[in-house]
């Protein structure tokens, strides 16, 4: 596809690592404007999206080495080679989530009203993330003749990065109306985590990097299935206090 987008003098803008950037300086500006909207220190929610960003991207790599040691034990340098791709979403979620929830406890921010914030905006981010696998050519899908030609596999593939980052504007855009509209403290992140995990889910079944290890299944559709049900118990439980409240 385009793995690099140009070169300046001995610089070179990789297309995956700029896609990141802009995601998160996107997504960081619009969080930081519905944090005013929300009458809420914009300030304080660019630095809360700056370290769950950061850690982030450390636990998707982290996960990804440890998922494909064989590669990286006999490549170690290509551990800390980002430009090439390489990140597994449920190892930045533990990470990501894990430096947000320390941030708020820390300022003392309302937890899920902070993380109800983020959450559509995590998956727009998301979205433009997967137009950088689209153009790095990682998480690719199947051989299908219905699909586009990857110059870097010489094959014609199902173009899961594009429909993963289509399916992800979609959800980005339901949970934005959700979040104008009322809603109980938690909901948006369960919304999230409950679309995010269906959607995966599906795609998995399209992609062609993963193992199938589990019955069929890859290693994230089995943690999809796990977040799936986590989150339907929430919804659940936050659809009866609804209704006991009316």
Known sequence: MLPEICRIGGFT???????LVLAFFA???LAALQAKKEQMDGEQIFNLCFYAFIFGIIGSRVLYVLINPRFYLHNPLEIIM??????AWFGGLIFGAGSAILFIQRHKMDL???LDLLAPFIALGQAIGRIGCLLNGCCFGRESKFGLYFKVFDQILIPTQLYSSLLLLLIFIVLRLKQDAKHLPGEILCGYLF??????FFIE??????????YGLTLFQVLC????????GIFIKLFL???NNR
Not at 195 to 200: I, T
Not at 225 to 232: A, P
């Open 13 to 19: 803008i990789y297309a995956y690592g700029a896609m």
């Open 27 to 29: 997504c960081t500006y």
């Open 82 to 87: 980002l430009q090439h791709g390489g990140m």
């Open 112 to 114: 899920l009203r902070s």
């Open 195 to 200: 679309l995010y995990s269906l959607k995966r």
């Open 205 to 214: 079944f399209l992609r062609n990097d993963s193992p199938r290890m589990f």
């Open 225 to 232: 299935l796990v977040m799936f049900f986590l989150s339907l």
């Open 241 to 243: 206090i609804k209704r």
